[in-house]
């Protein structure tokens, strides 16, 4: 069964930063893209973040570019997002998801339960 | 990187049929056949219910059926079960490994 578990979401001030982490299991983690997108409450979906199977090719929002970094290793089946420079519009849960198809760049297939960030003084 | 247009709502009575339409530009849904539709119930992460356009993951039933023209993309839901009542989202692949989902609608079963 594949399962991914975020964590490190919390109330941060403005202009602090934040680590996400994402474990995963029941999937060959190596051979597949990862993303990361987030979901402010009450409201949609947004797209912020994807890296390639070997971390050769990552991606960005312009909402989020400068300021996140994601980054995986894929020995742990881990995938982290870097929060810097927090802003109140990045308040949003975050959620983990797994591409479709491996080594390659489809979609969101799995999904974690996500993990809240809130970045307010 | 601006969201795909989708309407805000729309609904239908049990057994009937719906088609939620997802506008984006010929940077996204025009260039590429990578869009994907998620379903979410209230509190819930999203479920992946099509993906590049028409296909089904296993254990989606066919009663959820995706097309494409142009850059509009749709998906439509045949026979309206109580539990298809949820919101959708589109998603297209835009490029260079990055994505843009679209506005999210809210489907009421009668």
């Known amino acids: 069964e594949v399962q991914l578990v975020e964590s490190g979401g919390g109330l941060v001030p403005p202009g602090r930063s934040l680590r996400l982490s994402c474990t995963v299991s029941?999937?060959?983690?190596?051979?597949?893209?990862m993303h990361w997108v987030r979901q402010t409450p009450g409201k949609g979906l947004e797209w912020v973040s994807c890296?390639?199977?070997?971390?050769?090719?990552?991606a960005y929002a312009d909402s989020v570019k400068g300021r996140f970094t994601i980054s995986r290793d894929n020995a742990k089946k881990a995938l982290y997002l870097q929060l810097n420079n927090l802003r109140p519009d990045d308040t949003a849960l975050y959620y983990c998801?797994?591409?479709?198809?491996?080594?390659?760049?489809?979609?969101?297939?799995?999904w974690g339960q996500g993990t809240l960030v809130t970045v307010s003084s | 990187q601006s969201a795909l247009t989708q309407p805000r709502s729309v609904s239908g009575s049990p057994g009937q049929s719906v088609t939620i339409s997802c506008t984006g530009t010929s940077s996204d849904v025009g260039s590429y056949n990578y869009v994907s539709w998620y379903q979410q119930h209230p509190g819930k992460a999203p479920k992946l219910i099509i993906y590049d356009v028409t296909r089904r993951p296993s254990g989606v039933p066919d009663r959820f059926s995706g097309s494409k023209s142009g850059n509009t993309a749709s998906l439509t839901i045949s026979g309206l079960q109580a539990d298809d009542e949820a919101d959708y989202y589109c998603s297209s692949y835009a490029g260079s490994f990055t994505y843009v989902f679209g506005t999210a609608t809210s489907v009421t079963v009668l």
């Open positions: 029941g999937f060959a983690f190596g051979t597949y893209a």
């Open positions: 890296i390639s199977w070997n971390g050769g090719n990552v």
């Open positions: 998801t797994k591409d479709i198809i491996d080594y390659s760049v489809h979609g969101f297939d799995s």
